[in-house]
């Protein structure tokens, strides 16, 4: 019997999560007194685990052809060529980097800037755009395919195995952590011709530290939804294993109640390698797009479920 239980509630539980994979678009509620988007032609973008800013090359590019200023400063230790970060490995420094070090980095980067930016994060860039935005030093957040706050867990088979080169207790955290072709092929590049995902991993994938990537199941990844902020737009990837469509959903879900501007997103077709997938265009654009239309008086504020 007690079997027959835990069964039924693992059906439950996997048909819960396959209903928030199904849903494509939803805006949070609107009010008069949310914030809007400040003014500011400032983007700063934010690199995830295993990768460096030139993740960005092509969005920086896009946005600057729309007349922003952008940066996309690299994390702690990731300025290197790849080639020379690969080289290092194991380095012993890199292990120590923690994601309260990571925030203060890109604190004292934004304290630089002439006007509050709009930050723009991958992955786990993108969990450090969502915890920078409550601090009222940015003008709006978009995190794509980010990396689940404290609190969001899920159980897909699909993501405990991507996240198992993080996860897996066996690990010690103070050796950063470096994928394996098959690892990144899983949860980067799945889905993609074999050459272009042998290119990705040799041009782009550097090793990152454990303590950085586990710190999603901490409290230092714990975001206020109490607070009001900045607008922030989540996007999914219908095909990413390694931050599943459900996974974001459930991040945004977490900020029903919040009184800001929060909305949803996802692309049924893109994989965790979106930045730089095929059609990034399409995502860059939505992007833009809602910028624009969230922006002081272009942005519509009539209530929505």
Known sequence: MQITKIILVMLVTCFLWACKANVQEQKGPRDPEFQTIATSKTIVFVHGMYLTPNSWDEWETHFQDL??????????????????????????????????????????????????????????????????LEENSAA???VIHSAPPFGVISIEPKFLKASWP?????????????????????????GMDLTIQQDAYAHYCVPDSLRVGRSSLTSAAKVDTSVSRAPLLIIAGGRDNTVTASTNYANFRLYRKTPAITDYKQFPDRN???????????????????????TDDAAGLSPTE
């Not at 993080?166 to 980067?188: D, H, V």
């Not at 930045?275 to 654009?285: I, M, R, S």
Request: zero cysteines.
């Open 166 to 190: 993080i996860l897996n207790p066996a690990l010690n955290p103070s050796e950063p952590s470096k994928l394996t072709f098959k690892q990144f092929q899983y949860g980067f590049v799945n």
């Open 272 to 294: 965790h390698w979106t930045l730089k997938q095929d059609g990034w265009q399409a995502v860059a654009d939505y992007t833009a797009n809602w910028i624009e239309e969230n």
């Open 140 to 142: 709006a957040g978009i």
């Open 67 to 132: 007349g922003f200023t952008t940066y996309s400063p690299a994390w702690p230790l990731h300025d290197l060529p790849v080639d020379e970060q690969n080289a290092l490995h194991p380095n012993s420094e890199l292990g120590t980097l923690t994601l309260p070090m990571l925030l203060q980095h890109y604190r004292d980067f934004i304290a630089t800037l002439e006007e509050p930016p709009i930050l723009i994060g991958h992955s786990m860039g993108g969990l450090v755009v969502q915890l920078l």
